[in-house]
């Protein structure tokens, strides 16, 4: 089992900057692939971003390219998400993901608010 814990979250203007962490703690931790996804109101959960254990491989899907960048640090078991030139359609709640590469969705964290005022 892996335990997830979102932080880093809050209120930012548009064109701002945020960034998301996620410390895992678990069995093996370290070996799972992570991600990172999100869920405005009234949509569907989807796939923002995800990085393999040994953080070799990336994948990103086409609304963060360019913008977001998504890193770990296995020695302190965080993987964290650097996201700029924010946008109000980025408002959402952003979950962390653990579990296979390229789309970690087996373990999820309890997520964390993002808004992005216009």
């Known amino acids: 089992q892996v335990q997830l814990v979102e932080s880093g979250g809050g209120l930012v203007q548009a064109g701002g900057s945020l960034r998301l962490s996620c410390a895992a703690s678990?069995?093996?931790?370290?070996?799972?692939?992570m991600g990172w996804f999100r869920q405005a109101p009234g949509k569907e959960r989807e796939f923002v971003a995800s990085?393999?254990?040994?953080?070799?491989?990336?994948s990103y899907a086409d609304s963060a390219k360019g913008r977001f960048t998504i890193s770990r640090d296995n020695a302190k078991n965080t993987v964290y998400l650097q996201m700029n030139s924010l946008k109000p359609d980025d408002t959402a709640v952003y979950y962390c993901?653990?579990?296979?590469?390229?789309?970690?969705?087996?373990?999820w964290g309890q997520g964390t608010q993002v808004t992005v005022s216009s």
């Open positions: 993901g653990g579990g296979y590469f390229p789309l970690p969705n087996n373990y």
């Open positions: 678990g069995r093996a931790s370290v070996s799972y692939a």
């Open positions: 990085i393999s254990a040994g953080s070799r491989m990336t």
